[in-house]
């Protein structure tokens, strides 16, 4: 069974960092592009990060840029998400997700991702 399962999120006061992992059971990681993409409540979801299969490309959304590493460790059929500097703005349930993508691209579009995790919440609050 294909399964992508997030973990790492919690509670983090402002300015403080969480390490989130979307770790892969029944396939490998290695050939597809992993997207990270968050909810907050009332919103819509968004894409906030994206690494190409082979590592070498990387986006982000604006508001994480500089703040946010996307990084993957192929052997350990793991990626990562690090984020440094957590706003409260950042509050939302966090996804990671796998397109079959060419390699060395990326996306931004949910369409392009056809497995997708279960989700795991952040929320940034004094």
């Given amino acids: 069974q294909l399964q992508l399962v997030e973990s790492g999120g919690g509670l983090v006061q402002p300015g403080g960092s969480l390490r989130l ?18 909810q907050a409540p009332g919103k819509e979801r968004e894409g906030v990060s994206c690494i190409s299969s082979s590592g070498s490309s990387t986006t982000y959304l604006d508001s994480v840029k500089g703040r946010f590493t996307n990084a993957r460790d192929n052997a350990k059929n793991t990626v990562y998400l690090q984020m440094n500097s957590l706003k409260p703005d950042d509050t939302a349930v966090y996804y990671c997700a796998a397109a079959p993508l060419p390699r060395g ?12 995790g279960q989700g795991t919440q952040v929320t940034v609050s004094l």
């Fill in 21 to 38: 992992s979307c770790v892969a059971s029944g396939f490998t990681l290695g050939n597809l592009a992993i997207g990270w993409f968050r």
């Fill in 105 to 116: 691209t990326c996306s931004n579009w949910e369409d392009d991702y056809g497995s997708w």
